[in-house]
């Protein structure tokens, strides 16, 4: 069982940055972050190949975004720039700990971290 613990949401202007980080209590083949906003499905924003460090992102964010892990404190990071009101959601770590094909489809992972919210304000 991997536990994840997520940090770093809050408010932010419209322009700013953000920087997430999710630490897993054990071994990951591949990690990401999850975004929810009110009213809509849950939909992949990054997600990062554990060993290889090849990183995928949705089109929505690419440019903006950056997803980058620490072997060493096993931990992800999803650097976020440009900040829009759009990003507004609830963002989440999400980790596999077997094969993933597809890294940014939420049937994907089999855990989960609790969510941090991320609020950008125009």
């Known amino acids: 069982q991997v536990q994840l613990v997520e940090s770093g949401g809050g408010s932010v202007q419209a322009g700013g940055s953000l920087r997430l980080s999710c630490a897993a209590s054990?071994?990951?083949?591949?990690m990401s972050w999850f975004r929810q906003a009110p009213g809509k499905e849950r939909e992949g924003v990054g997600a990062i190949y554990t060993r290889s460090g090849n990183t995928y992102y949705a089109d929505s964010v690419k440019g903006r975004f950056t997803i980058s892990r620490d072997k060493a404190k096993n931990t992800v990071y999803l650097q976020m720039n440009t900040l829009k009101p759009e990003d507004t959601a609830m963002y989440y770590c999400?980790?596999?700990?077997?094969?993933?094909?597809?890294?940014?489809?939420?049937?994907?992972?089999?855990?989960w971290g609790q969510g941090t919210q991320v609020t950008v304000s125009s």
């Open positions: 054990g071994y990951t083949s591949s």
């Open positions: 999400a980790a596999a700990s077997g094969f993933v094909g597809s890294p940014l489809r939420l049937d994907s992972y089999n855990y």
